[in-house]
């Protein structure tokens, strides 16, 4: 049974910084592209961030030199550092587990960055 689920959402002041963590299985987690999306309210997902196995990192304009992702292909886990977070930054960020046309999605969890 594949499962990907995230932890470290939360609420934090503009400015500040938040760590998401993503851990996988049930996969040949190194041969997965590992990817952070964000859905704000009213907004399509938008793809934050993403890694292959190999370590090839892609980052969406607006989070480039803020954010940064990483892999421990050994744990199964994926990291996503973020921060310089604003307001716009607000969102649920999923993380995804691909390979070709086979994808899988974590439940999600809550970044909200507001004074």
């Known amino acids: 049974q594949v499962q990907v689920v995230e932890s470290g959402g939360g609420l934090v002041q503009p400015g500040g910084s938040l760590r998401l963590s993503c851990a996988a299985s049930?996969?040949?987690?190194?041969?997965?592209?590992m990817g952070w999306y964000r859905q704000a309210p009213g907004k399509q997902r938008e793809l934050v961030a993403s890694?292959?196995?190999?370590?090839?990192?892609n980052y969406a304009d607006s989070v480039k030199g803020r954010f940064s992702i990483s892999r421990d292909n050994t744990k199964m886990t994926v990291t996503l550092q973020m921060n310089s977070l604003n307001p716009e930054d607000t969102a649920v960020y999923y993380c995804?587990?691909?390979?070709?046309?086979?994808?899988?999605w974590g439940q999600g969890t809550q970044v909200s960055v507001s004074s």
């Open positions: 995804n587990a691909r390979l070709a046309s086979l994808q899988y």
């Open positions: 049930g996969i040949s987690f190194k041969i997965y592209v």
């Open positions: 890694i292959t196995g190999s370590g090839s990192r």
